[in-house]
């Protein structure tokens, strides 16, 4: 048990919330209200095995990184507080989690699911070889509310795809904030990324137009999909904490970027489901 806790606290389990808001955003969008109690627990089930598979193979792939930045090397397998056998077992039992899950979900969630897996497994080595690896990590969160949307209806509509597409650019953009923690290191250690090809500040200009482009996306969501005007609320509210967000890191300040990533943003998916489920209920 001590093990498993540490594992959870190694993948930060608590932040799941990013995803699941959106996979049941999707599933209340393809359902036209609740989905029922056997898609939801599936959803559920299925977002944190597909999580904690990403989470563990990402500390795994990058251990020899992470053994050399000064701000990573006290995390659980590089200190010596888990072993990587023990993630191992931890990933191959999520990965089956996942793979079970989307069993129960439908035949398409089946077929699909080792795309979405190559997906969200993928991101880890992007950083090798690509500054777009910001926009990779934003594909594999955008397939949450489309994954939802998918479990309820067995098809794959625009309204969905807009929404899929704005939480890539949403990801994408708060991603790039993230990684201007990293820009010496990453550039000492021949790794990508917009911060480290780019500088701070064009990087958060960057950042700024995603989040921008994102807001579009999900307006155009709730009209493609005839959304009623509490979904807009929601929106709305996103769009606030983005700008929020981007305000804390202005100029960039990048002391408080750990309240920008993970606060801020687990807040943003939250509005986004439940101007989704008020929209519903108007």
């Given at each position: 048990?001590?093990?498993?806790?540490?594992?959870?606290?190694?993948?930060?389990?608590?932040?799941?919330?990013?995803?699941?808001?959106?996979?049941?955003?999707?599933?209340?969008?393809?359902a036209?209200g609740?989905?029922?109690?056997?898609?939801?627990l599936?959803?559920?089930?299925?977002?944190?095995?597909a999580?904690?598979?990403?989470?563990?193979?990402?500390?795994?792939?990058?251990?020899?990184?992470?053994?050399?930045?000064?701000?990573?090397?006290?995390?659980?397998?590089?200190?010596g507080?888990?072993k990587?056998?023990?993630?191992?077992?931890?990933?191959?039992?999520?990965?089956?989690?996942?793979?079970l899950?989307?069993?129960?979900?439908?035949?398409?969630c089946?077929?699909?699911?080792?795309?979405?897996?190559?997906?969200?497994?993928?991101?880890?080595?992007?950083?090798?070889?690509?500054?777009?690896?910001?926009?990779?990590l934003?594909?594999?969160?955008?397939?949450?509310?489309a994954?939802g949307?998918?479990?309820?209806?067995?098809?794959?509509?625009?309204?969905?795809?807009?929404l899929?597409?704005?939480?890539?650019f949403?990801?994408?953009?708060?991603?790039?904030?993230?990684a201007?923690?990293?820009?010496?290191?990453?550039?000492?250690?021949?790794?990508?990324?917009?911060p480290a090809?780019?500088?701070?500040?064009?990087?958060?200009?960057?950042?700024?137009l995603?989040?921008?482009?994102?807001?579009?996306?999900?307006?155009?969501?709730?009209?493609?999909?005839?959304?009623?005007?509490?979904?807009?609320?929601?929106?709305?509210?996103?769009?606030?904490?983005?700008?929020?967000?981007?305000?804390?890191v202005?100029?960039?300040?990048?002391?408080?970027?750990?309240?920008?990533?993970?606060?801020?943003?687990?807040?943003?998916?939250?509005?986004?489901?439940?101007?989704?489920?008020?929209?519903?209920?108007?």
């Open positions: 048990m001590e093990t498993l806790r540490c594992i959870l606290r190694m993948i930060k389990f608590e932040h799941t919330l990013f995803a699941l808001p959106l996979a049941y955003a999707g599933a209340v969008m393809g036209g609740w989905p029922g109690w056997w898609k939801s599936f959803i559920l089930l299925a977002m944190a095995g999580r904690s598979a990403a989470m563990s193979f990402n500390r795994l792939v990058d251990l020899p990184f992470d053994e050399k930045n000064p701000r990573t090397k006290a995390r659980e397998i590089p200190s507080q888990l990587k056998i023990a993630v191992w077992c931890f990933w191959w039992c999520s990965v089956a989690l996942f793979f899950s989307a069993l129960a979900l439908g035949r398409w089946l077929y699909l699911s080792p795309v979405a897996l190559a997906v969200i497994l993928g991101y880890s080595y992007a950083k090798r070889f690509t500054w777009a690896c910001h926009i990779f934003g594909l594999a969160l955008s397939l949450s509310p994954g949307f998918l479990a309820v209806t067995g098809t794959i509509k625009w309204p969905v795809v807009l899929s597409l704005g939480v890539l949403w990801v994408a953009g708060f991603d790039i904030i993230y201007c923690q990293d820009v010496s290191f990453d550039r000492e250690m021949g790794l990508w990324s917009i090809s780019m500088g701070h500040i064009p990087a958060l200009r960057i950042s700024s995603f989040h921008l482009v994102a807001f579009l996306l999900f307006v155009g969501a709730g009209r493609t999909g005839g959304l009623s005007w509490p979904y807009y609320a929601g929106t709305g509210l996103a769009g606030a904490l983005l700008l929020w967000e981007h305000h804390i202005s100029g960039g300040n990048l002391d408080r970027i750990e309240l920008a990533f993970f606060t801020v943003n687990s807040y943003v998916s939250v509005s986004i489901l439940a101007g989704v489920i008020a929209a519903y209920l108007v």
